[in-house]
């Protein structure tokens, strides 16, 4: 499955999930677009999953008829996302298009 970090995600949680195809904004050349345009970005690329700590995406964009699902982490805080790497991987495999599902940390 191919994975989308958003610029506040971690680096190190690539390394939980090898079994998918990782790719940052930042190494696509998006870490300028606002939320919408990466958004869209994503789905043309064909990403299935966008990983980000933004908890408010869902307030500032429209995610109804959305083909990528959406990943929210708590914190952009690695050592507090280590501990629940089980839960990050899980709510990444589980996904589904156009889910929304928010990992507490």
């Known amino acids: 499955m191919r994975v989308l970090f958003d610029q506040g995600t971690p680096e190190p949680l690539r390394h939980a999930l090898t079994q998918h195809e990782?790719?940052?904004a930042f190494e696509r050349g998006w870490s300028k677009l606002?939320?919408?345009e990466l958004l869209d970005?994503?789905?043309k690329e064909e990403f299935a999953v966008f990983v980000t700590t933004d908890s408010n995406l869902k307030y500032q964009q429209n995610l109804k008829?959305?083909?990528i699902a959406i990943v929210?982490?708590?914190t952009p805080s690695w050592p507090r996302i280590q501990r629940?790497?089980?839960s990050v991987v899980r709510?990444?495999?589980q996904a589904v298009v156009g889910s929304?599902?928010?990992v507490v940390v």
């Open 22 to 24: 990782i790719a940052t």
């Open 34 to 36: 606002n939320n919408g």
């Open 41 to 43: 970005a994503a789905e």
């Open 65 to 67: 008829g959305r083909r």
């Open 72 to 74: 929210v982490l708590a």
């Open 84 to 86: 629940v790497i089980p």
């Open 91 to 93: 709510a990444v495999e």
């Open 100 to 102: 929304y599902t928010e």
